[in-house]
Each structure stands twice: as structure tokens, then as C-alpha cells.
């Protein structure tokens, strides 16, 4: 709580002495309605509340916070039921009993000073170019209580983050850093979309107990800080990056032990490891077309083994991993797009509970009509390695300026060993609403 | 021969086209003194856009837009300010004045924190809900002579003021789908050279829409529109344009026009 209150304090003497000229404040209220399928049950019923307010200052700067107040009444999807071990105190959201979620999203300064344009504070950082499935936007870790289904704008957890950027003639330099050691929100065991692929999570034997213990987090604050920069630019058409950072996979990794104290246990101890990532991205147009693409190379990877004569349960492996993507724009008021991704285990071994080369395939086809009030559309991902796969189709309607009205159908299907077959009885019918004021 | 030839040009002058070609100025030329009104090297405004549906639902977004010529070259961005849900929503232009070059034109959408290339070639789609095209948002108030082939085929009044009207056609079949237009007559005000009102057919002969700038006054020595009413005849659907706080004088800043700043907001 002291480092808490220290960090705010600190976060307001960068703006001290400057004098708000302008406020500005609005908020989106959500109202979601989930209905399962198999079995039929109610999913999700929740209430958000996302208050959001901005001062500007004479001498230039901003300051933006937002937050969000979510109440969720069906047990799987309540705040209970998602591990908060990824979390640092700086970051963690205050919880009210068991559905009640209050989180400090964003709240940073924004500054531009001669070249240099400033942004300090807990932030969104997003790198990439990809839809619907992540290559090089790691910067900030995810929650995955909803697996992938919520916005990434929603699942992706703000870290606390030294962002600045100079313009270097037709360059743009970021550079970050972030002593924030908050990592991905992973599903408890009761949770609604809990991991139970073997591609994800160990696969105890039968008579086997389980032990998960608390995660071994990273813990100084300078040297465990992230840091990253990319460089960014247009040329002739094509817009350009060069990605590099050095983190903590925001993914932990599951160590597993067994022992037989008396009976058999497997102790499995999420540990977080280091990992650099170096990549880049580009995009460009080409008449009705837009081509873009990202590749991200990370030296050391952990997966699930499979063989239990490793070590830990698990393997090192570098990864490169790159996504193609194609845009259409050809017919009226129609968007269509095609995603091809692959990642490849240069360091493979056949223990490795998931393929050398895993390929997933994404197609979205959108139109709006009716002066773009009503919006109709379709995402469909892939996984070519175990068939397995997700749709959903979505349509929204704007009734009026500040209030939308949608639907949304997730249907998993594939086996249950698959990173989306696992999901396979979680399919769900959305209805929901979103007033802005 | 000499009394037949004679006969044939005075009852080719006769022809009402040719009468008309007398009388008017020719369209190109037309055309060419609209796109050489002064426009200001820089311009900001304030930008309110009424829309409403056959219904009488109206919807209205608050934006804040800012043009700026660079040589030959144009860049235009606009920046969403209300309502809520599409706050902060960026759409930024290059228009390169080479025909052959295609412009480069990026969209922000916050709720992918992204700034996303967006092809140029879909410029008879119409821009965010409004009823006018991306093609017509990029001229703005200037006319397009690559795209159409004109002539002047009368006078008439619009909005109170002596116009030429000027019949467009599109160039080709396939400039006229990528437009959505089949034809466009436009209603020229001669001593300002500033198109007062256009008539639009859809490419099947259909009247589709009208569109009428008013509140026509100069600012800073530069006449300028505060108003454009669009009024959609296949939809019912009708937007209104509303400029204000419009500045010639204090300058653009280049970064404006930069994907950084559409990312960063105003």
C-alpha cells in the first residue's frame, strides 16, 4: 500500500506546478448477457462501468485515467475464479466480494517536449499489426478469462511504463521501460475457461495429486524491469518497424516435480523467465488491397514436455513466429480479411507437447450498412495442426448516438486437446448493450 | 457545293449543343477556374455532422479536421470528438496530385489502439455513415478533372445565385463504379467559382443524391462553405455539415499529419 501511495505521489509531482486548463470526463456503461449452450446454463451476467477522465494543461501536457468497475454475477467468470498471482501490487484491481472487480486501468501524463513526446504511467502499449491473435503485442500481458473472446482493448492488463518517442527525420524512436512486474491473469481450475490442453498445462497421471504453488515472481524492481524500443517510419508507401525488447514472458511457466510423499504428487510452480524478442512489421496498400505482416523471434520459449524424463516438465525452445495478412476493400462498404500464422520451434524436441510448426489460419468478413449503423460480421480462426477452431459471427446496431446494442455468437469446436477444442462445451450466445455518456 | 456546305454549317450552328457551346464557357475551363479558387496553403476547423435517417433518427458527430497543401500534394486528417463511442477515432489522407500514385490514407480506431493502413481505392464508399463519399470528402470544394469529362448546358439559380450548370460524366464505365456516380450536374457560381449545388445519378440513371453548400462567406479573404447539406434520394438518409472556427491564418503544424499524432489525438 506505502509503494502504492509512494507511486502516485511521484506520478503527480511530474505534473506538478502545471495548471489544468481543460477537463473533460465520460464514462461507457455495459450491460452483457451470456447464455452457454452445452449444457444450457447462464454464462455470464455482468455490469461495467468504465469512467474516464482527461485534464489538459496550459503548458501542454495531459493527463488521462480511466477505470473500471465490473460486477459479474455467474460464479466461472467473477474475479474468484481468476488467479491474481500474475499481478504486482501496482497493478492488482480491489475486488468486493466475489463478483465485484474495481481496477485502475490506465492513468498516465502525456507530454510533448521539443522532440521528445513523453507518456509516464500505468499505460496500453501496443505493438503489431495482426487481428485476433498476437505476435509482437506482448508488451503488456492478458487476461485470459474470457481465453481470447474479450477485446484485446479489455484483456490487455496496462503496465506502469516509461514510454517516450523522438522523431529522428522520417523516424520514430520508442523507447520503454516498465518495473511493472504484472504478467498474464491465467483461469483457476473453477474458472469458466480454465486451460486444460495439453499443449498449455501438464496432464497429471491418474492417482496423481496435484500441488500448484504460489508463482516465483521476479521481485526487483530494476532489474527485473522490462525494456523495449521500436523504431517506425514511411517509406514509398510501406510503413515500416523494428521491434526489440527484453521482458518476462508474461506467460509462466509450469515447472512440474513429482514425488511420492507418500502418495504420488506432482508440485507444479509457475516460474517466469526472461526471453528476448526482436522483430518487425510492415503493411502497405496496393489498390483494393492492404498487405501487412509481423515476425517476432524469441530466444528462450518454455513449453509442456511430455516425456517425463526432462527435467521440470518442461522444454527451451527459441521461437520465430510471423503472421501474413491480407485486406479487401473491393466491395461497397465490405471488409474482408485473411490471416496466415505460423510459428516455428527451431529447438524442437518430440516431448514437446505441441507440433515444430503450428499454423492457424483467421478470415473476417464485415459490412456495414445503413449508414454504418448496423454492423454485420464474421471471424473464423483456425488451427490447421488439430483442426480445431473458433467462430464468431457478430452483429451490432447503433440506436442511437451514445448507445449500441449487439450479438455475438463464439462457437468453439475441435478436440478438447486443441489450444480452441478445449473450449468446445464453452460455446456461447451474447447479448449486450453499451451506453456512452 | 459552296451553297451546300454553306447550308450545312449554319444548320450545324443551329444545333442547340453548339448554341449552347457558344453561349457557355466550356466546361474544362470551368472546372479549371473552380480548382484555381484560393483555398489556403493551411486550414482548421471544427466540423459538426448531422445525420439523419427516412425516420427523422438523428445522429451527430463532433470532429475536428485540418488540411494543409504541400506543393502539389494535399494531406487532410480529422479527428472524432463526440459522441462517446467513436471518440478519438483518426482519419488521415495523403493525396498525391500524380494520378498514377495512389494515396496513403491510415485509420485510428481506439478500440485497437492501432493505427491501421486503409486502402485508397474504395473511394465510393461513403465516409463513417455520412452521405457523401471518401471521393467527395478528399476534393472538398474542388472538382476533379481526371475523373469526368464536362460541359456547360445551362444557367440556372441555386441558392439564390446565378449559376452555370455543368454536366460531368464519368471518363470510363470503370471510373464511373469505382465513383458510384453515373452522372453529376453541377451548379457553378460564376463570380466566385464556387460549386453551389450538385446533382448526382447512380451509375444505372437513378437520381441518388443532392448535395448544396451553403452559408458561403469569405473568412480571412477566402471564401469558404459553413454549410453542406446532403440529401440522399435513394435512402432517405440526409447529413449535415456544419464548419466552424474555421482558420486560414494560424497555420497547421506538419505533425498533424503524421500517423503518431493520429494515434496520440489532438
Redesign the interface.
Same mark, same amino acid.
Given at each position: 500500500m506505502k509503494r502504492k501511495i509512494a507511486l502516485i505521489v511521484l506520478f503527480l509531482s511530474v505534473i506538478q506546478g502545471a495548471q489544468a486548463a481543460d477537463s473533460e470526463v465520460g464514462s461507457l456503461l455495459t450491460a452483457r448477457y451470456g447464455y452457454g449452450f452445452d449444457p444450457q446454463r447462464v454464462q455470464s451476467l455482468e455490469l461495467t462501468w468504465a469512467p474516464e477522465i482527461r485534464w489538459d494543461w496550459e503548458s501542454g501536457g495531459r493527463l488521462t485515467g480511466t477505470a473500471r468497475l465490473r460486477s459479474e454475477f455467474e460464479t466461472g467468470m467473477q474475479p474468484s475464479a481468476i488467479e491474481t498471482g500474475g499481478y504486482s501490487s501496482f497493478s492488482r484491481a480491489a475486488t468486493a466480494g466475489e463478483s465485484i472487480e474495481l481496477a485502475l486501468r490506465e492513468l498516465y501524463f502525456e507530454k510533448q517536449s521539443g522532440d521528445w513526446y513523453m507518456v509516464l504511467g500505468k499505460q496500453q502499449v501496443v505493438w503489431g499489426k495482426a487481428d485476433g491473435l498476437k505476435v509482437l503485442d506482448v508488451v503488456d500481458p492478458q487476461s485470459f478469462r474470457e481465453f481470447i473472446l474479450e477485446d484485446f482493448d479489455e484483456s490487455r492488463i496496462p503496465l506502469w511504463t516509461v514510454n517516450l518517442e523522438r522523431e529522428i527525420q522520417d523516424w520514430t524512436l520508442q523507447l520503454l521501460w516498465s518495473p511493472d512486474q504484472t504478467y498474464n491473469a491465467l483461469p483457476k481450475s473453477d474458472a469458466e475457461y480454465v486451460f486444460t490442453s495439453p499443449r498449455l498445462v501438464p496432464q497429471a497421471a491418474s492417482g496423481v495429486e496435484v500441488q500448484l504453488q504460489k508463482p516465483v515472481r521476479p521481485n526487483n524492481i530494476l532489474v527485473d524491469s522490462d525494456a523495449g524500443l521500436r523504431l517506425s517510419g514511411f517509406f514509398d508507401g510501406w510503413d515500416l518497424s523494428l521491434n526489440y525488447l527484453y521482458q518476462y514472458d508474461n506467460q509462466p511457466v509450469l515447472h512440474q516435480n513429482v514425488g511420492f510423499v507418500p502418495t504420488p504428487v506432482a508440485v507444479i510452480t509457475p516460474r517466469y523467465h526472461r526471453t528476448h524478442v526482436v522483430g518487425g512489421t510492415f503493411s502497405s496498400a496496393f489498390g483494393d488491397w492492404v498487405a501487412r505482416g509481423e515476425l517476432g523471434y524469441f530466444t528462450d520459449h518454455y513449453f509442456i514436455e511430455t516425456d517425463s524424463g526432462v527435467a521440470g516438465g518442461v522444454a527451451k525452445s527459441e521461437e520465430l513466429t510471423y503472421v501474413l495478412g491480407i485486406d479487401w476493400s473491393g466491395l461497397t462498404d465490405t471488409f474482408v480479411s485473411a490471416q496466415f500464422f505460423q510459428s516455428w520451434l527451431p529447438g524442437y524436441s518430440t516431448g514437446i507437447a505441441r507440433p515444430e510448426l503450428d499454423t492457424n489460419l483467421t478470415f473476417l468478413i464485415r459490412r456495414d450498412i445503413n449508414n454504418d449503423t448496423l454492423s454485420m460480421g464474421l471471424l473464423w480462426i483456425a488451427n490447421t495442426n488439430d483442426g480445431d477452431g473458433l467462430v464468431r459471427p457478430k452483429v451490432s446496431y447503433d440506436l442511437q448516438d451514445d448507445l449500441r446494442v449487439w450479438s455475438e455468437v463464439d462457437v468453439f469446436y475441435g478436440d478438447r486437446k486443441g489450444v480452441f477444442g478445449q473450449f468446445n462445451k464453452k460455446s456461447r450466445v451474447l447479448f449486450g448493450a453499451e451506453l456512452g455518456f | 457545293m459552296k451553297k451546300q456546305v454553306f447550308l450545312m454549317v449554319l444548320v450545324s450552328l443551329m444545333m442547340p449543343e453548339n448554341l449552347i457551346a457558344a453561349k457557355f464557357p466550356n466546361g474544362g475551363w470551368v472546372a479549371e477556374k473552380i480548382n484555381a479558387r484560393d483555398e489556403g496553403v493551411a486550414v482548421s476547423r471544427t466540423l459538426v455532422m448531422e445525420?439523419t435517417?427516412r425516420h427523422g #433518427?438523428k445522429? *451527430?458527430r463532433k470532429t475536428k479536421a485540418f488540411r494543409k497543401y504541400y506543393g502539389p500534394e494535399k494531406r487532410t486528417v480529422i479527428f472524432y470528438l463526440e @459522441?462517446?463511442?467513436v #471518440?478519438d477515432t483518426g482519419f488521415l489522407t495523403w493525396d498525391y496530385r500524380d494520378a498514377g500514385k495512389?494515396d496513403? =490514407?491510415w485509420l485510428y480506431l @481506439?478500440?485497437?489502439? #492501432?493505427v491501421r493502413?486503409?486502402?485508397?481505392?474504395?473511394r465510393?464508399?461513403?465516409f463513417? %455513415? *455520412?452521405?457523401l463519399t471518401y471521393e467527395d470528402i478528399k476534393l472538398e470544394t474542388r472538382v476533379s478533372t481526371e475523373d469526368y469529362k464536362r460541359r456547360t448546358v445551362g444557367e440556372g439559380r441555386a441558392d439564390g445565385h446565378r449559376c452555370l450548370i455543368v454536366e460531368a460524366t464519368p471518363v470510363s464505365d470503370e471510373v464511373a463504379k469505382e465513383l %458510384?456516380y453515373g452522372k453529376v450536374e453541377q451548379w457553378v457560381d460564376s463570380e466566385i467559382w464556387f460549386v453551389r449545388k450538385s446533382k448526382f445519378w447512380d451509375t444505372n440513371g437513378n437520381p441518388l443524391k443532392t448535395v448544396s453548400a451553403r452559408d458561403i462567406r469569405k473568412v480571412q479573404g477566402i471564401w469558404t462553405q459553413h454549410e453542406i447539406d446532403v440529401e440522399n434520394d435513394k *435512402?432517405g438518409?440526409s447529413t449535415k455539415f456544419l464548419f466552424s472556427d474555421v482558420d486560414y491564418k494560424s497555420g497547421v503544424p506538419d #505533425?498533424f499529419f503524421t =500517423?503518431?499524432t493520429l494515434r496520440?489525438g489532438l
Open positions: - | 445525420m435517417d #433518427k445522429r *451527430t @459522441p462517446r463511442n #471518440k495512389e496513403d =490514407q @481506439p478500440a485497437l489502439r #492501432k493502413r486503409v486502402s485508397a481505392s474504395d465510393g464508399d461513403y463513417l %455513415g *455520412t452521405d %458510384g *435512402t438518409h #505533425k =500517423q503518431n496520440r
